[in-house]
């Protein structure tokens, strides 16, 4: 990388994981507001219905962990906090059109897996059994394999789940001992077997930027996962912000790698990816050449969520349940209660538990689709956009900060190749999405917001 890029846009920027950005959530979005956009969302596009279930339990916090995460709860508190997840249910189902699809469930945590697979089940049916599905859903789960026998990887297929998503972190006992995380209980083949043999897709995600781990270390755990040959993998660069999650002040004193240790360490990950053949997605996504988001990718129709990447096959306005879940829908973002106890509480009274959210306007709603596209497929071609959202290039284009001198600079610094029709980011311009992206967002010209920098 030029050092004269790095300099010019090694600037803040957000990293468009949504539009706009959850730092413009705010509290003066309630819980009216969100059964309003529940009604709206029935006429919007896409149609599909997506389900996300928040399980903030563990039986062990890893000292890194910078997820929404408690320890676990006692029988009363966790009986209260699954029967409230039944009754959200039954305050959100009768605002939805029978007539839509479900395209996605997906739990995430927490470990969703703390939960026995019988209550998950119970919650699958209690929605599946009010709407049909598309051809194929997506049913996900996020695992901790340190607590999993095989009966337990069973009952999750049993319970109908066709992608189950493995914490590994790292395959060394070394490292996840200092993290307090324990190892897996089988052996990643025998869990790799089971789920093979019943068709279910496999998900695998790790974390560098670890004590104990060194270059060649996370070279050998990626190697190891390269010959388990998952469906797709995540290699997440540890986050240290202890000032949010004060445990991780624990990992300071067993020694952290430093920033250059830890990008050799992605750098590694990253040709011994591409070289087993696996395409890179976004910055640290990595699929087979035979997972539909590859294709997807081929063809400029990849997508993401806060569940994930996904396809417009797949993509659905998300439903979220449980504590900090957020549902994102055409019209807006709404965003659950971060504290179990109030959750539960207001729950219980019948009231949704919305603590922040965002409406998005006309334009927004427009915009995040340009950025969206961009962030996900490193291109727009202004053609389809038009014919996918219904409206001429000219009213997307006016919808966004898009202005062809600021192009034209990205342009010159080997950025963007672009034209009327295309955006497209170059290779060395990949880095840089972010900063292309924010040139099309009018949010930006008056911010208050802070952001990260790319690299
Ligand atoms: C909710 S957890 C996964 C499910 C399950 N609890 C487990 O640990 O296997 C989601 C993922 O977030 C990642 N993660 C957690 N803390 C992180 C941090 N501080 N920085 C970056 N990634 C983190 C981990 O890789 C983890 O697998
Ligand atoms: S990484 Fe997973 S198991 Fe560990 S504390 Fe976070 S959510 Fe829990």
Same mark, same amino acid.
């Given at each position: 990388?030029?050092?004269?890029?790095?300099?010019?846009?090694?600037?803040?920027?957000?990293?468009?994981?949504?539009?706009?950005? !959850?730092?413009?959530?705010? #509290?003066?979005?309630?819980?009216? *507001?969100?059964?309003?956009?529940?009604?709206?969302?029935?006429?919007?596009?896409?149609?599909? %219905?997506?389900?996300?279930?928040?399980?903030?339990?563990?039986?062990?916090?890893?000292?890194?962990?910078?997820?929404?995460?408690?320890?676990?709860?006692?029988?009363?508190?966790?009986?209260?906090?699954?029967?409230?997840?039944?009754?959200?249910?039954?305050?959100?189902?009768?605002?939805?059109?029978?007539?839509? &699809?479900?395209?996605?469930?997906?739990?995430?945590?927490?470990?969703?897996?703390?939960?026995?697979?019988?209550?998950?089940?119970? %919650?699958?049916?209690?929605?599946?059994?009010?709407?049909?599905?598309?051809?194929?859903?997506?049913?996900?789960?996020?695992?901790? /394999?340190?607590?999993?026998? #095989?009966?337990?990887?069973?009952?999750?297929?049993?319970?109908?789940?066709?992608?189950?998503?493995?914490?590994? *972190?790292?395959?060394?006992?070394?490292?996840?001992?200092?993290?307090?995380? &324990?190892?897996? %209980?089988?052996?990643? #083949?025998?869990?790799?077997?089971?789920?093979?043999?019943?068709?279910?897709?496999?998900?695998?995600?790790?974390?560098?930027?670890?004590?104990?781990?060194?270059?060649?270390?996370?070279?050998?755990?990626?190697?190891?996962?390269?010959?388990? *040959?998952?469906?797709?993998?995540? @290699?997440?660069?540890? !986050?240290?912000?202890?000032?949010?999650? /004060?445990?991780?002040?624990?990992?300071?004193?067993?020694?952290?790698?430093?920033?250059?240790?830890?990008? &050799?360490?992605?750098?590694?990950?990253?040709?011994?990816?591409? *070289?087993?053949?696996?395409?890179?997605?976004?910055?640290?996504?990595?699929?087979?050449?035979?997972?539909?988001?590859?294709?997807?990718?081929?063809?400029?129709?990849?997508?993401?969520?806060?569940?994930?990447?996904?396809?417009?096959?797949?993509?659905?306005?998300?439903?979220?349940?449980?504590?900090?879940?957020?549902?994102?829908?055409?019209?807006?973002?709404?965003?659950? @209660?971060?504290?179990?106890?109030?959750?539960?509480?207001?729950?219980?009274?019948?009231?949704?538990?919305i603590s922040k959210g965002y409406q998005l306007s006309t334009e927004e709603q427009i915009t995040r689709e340009?950025?969206? @596209?961009?962030?996900?497929?490193?291109?727009?071609?202004?053609?389809?956009?038009?014919?996918?959202?219904?409206?001429?290039?000219?009213?997307?284009?006016?919808?966004?900060?898009?202005?062809?001198?600021?192009?034209?600079?990205?342009?010159?610094?080997?950025?963007?190749?672009?034209?009327?029709?295309?955006?497209?980011?170059?290779?060395e311009g990949k880095l840089f999405v972010r900063n292309v992206a924010a040139s099309l967002d009018k949010l930006?010209?008056?911010?208050? &917001?802070?952001?990260?920098?790319?690299?």
């Amino acid at each position: 990388m030029k050092q004269e890029l790095l300099d010019k846009y090694n600037t803040p920027v957000p990293r468009y994981t949504s539009y706009p950005p !959850a730092n413009y959530f705010h #509290e003066g979005f309630n819980s009216e *507001q969100y059964k309003e956009a529940i009604c709206e969302s029935n006429n919007q596009y896409p149609q599909s %219905l997506s389900f996300y279930f928040h399980i903030p339990f563990c039986l062990r916090l890893c000292h890194y962990c910078g997820c929404n995460s408690y320890a676990a709860p006692t029988e009363e508190i966790l009986h209260r906090y699954i029967a409230a997840l039944h009754k959200e249910i039954d305050m959100v189902l009768p605002l939805l059109s029978k007539t839509r &699809k479900i395209s996605q469930i997906h739990y995430g945590g927490g470990s969703p897996t703390f939960l026995p697979a019988i209550e998950i089940e119970e %919650l699958n049916n209690h929605i599946l059994e009010h709407f049909e599905t598309i051809h194929h859903p997506e049913i996900a789960i996020e695992c901790h /394999p340190g607590w999993m026998s #095989e009966k337990d990887w069973n009952e999750l297929i049993g319970a109908g789940f066709n992608r189950l998503s493995i914490g590994i *972190q790292d395959f060394n006992p070394l490292v996840l001992t200092i993290v307090h995380r &324990k190892s897996s %209980l089988l052996p990643p #083949e025998e869990i790799v077997s089971i789920l093979r043999s019943s068709k279910v897709r496999i998900n695998m995600d790790f974390l560098y930027g670890l004590p104990l781990q060194t270059e060649a270390s996370f070279s050998e755990t990626i190697e190891r996962a390269v010959s388990l *040959q998952p469906d797709r993998l995540v @290699t997440f660069s540890y !986050a240290h912000v202890p000032w949010a999650f /004060p445990r991780q002040k624990i990992l300071e004193k067993a020694g952290l790698p430093s920033s250059d240790e830890k990008s &050799k360490m992605f750098e590694n990950a990253y040709r011994i990816l591409c *070289q087993a053949n696996y395409q890179p997605i976004g910055l640290d996504h990595f699929v087979r050449k035979d997972d539909e988001l590859y294709t997807a990718l081929q063809n400029g129709q990849l997508h993401r969520n806060f569940q994930g990447y996904c396809t417009r096959r797949t993509t659905g306005q998300v439903y979220a349940f449980g504590v900090t879940g957020i549902s994102q829908l055409s019209t807006a973002y709404a965003q659950n @209660t971060k504290d179990i106890i109030e959750y539960i509480e207001k729950i219980e009274a019948g009231i949704l538990p919305i603590s922040k959210g965002y409406q998005l306007s006309t334009e927004e709603q427009i915009t995040r689709e340009v950025i969206e @596209t961009l962030m996900c497929n490193y291109r727009i071609n202004w053609n389809e956009l038009s014919e996918h959202l219904k409206i001429s290039v000219d009213e997307i284009k006016q919808a966004t900060a898009y202005t062809p001198t600021r192009l034209e600079e990205f342009a010159a610094d080997g950025i963007i190749e672009f034209d009327e029709n295309h955006i497209q980011m170059t290779t060395e311009g990949k880095l840089f999405v972010r900063n292309v992206a924010a040139s099309l967002d009018k949010l930006m010209f008056k911010t208050d &917001k802070s952001f990260s920098k790319p690299v």
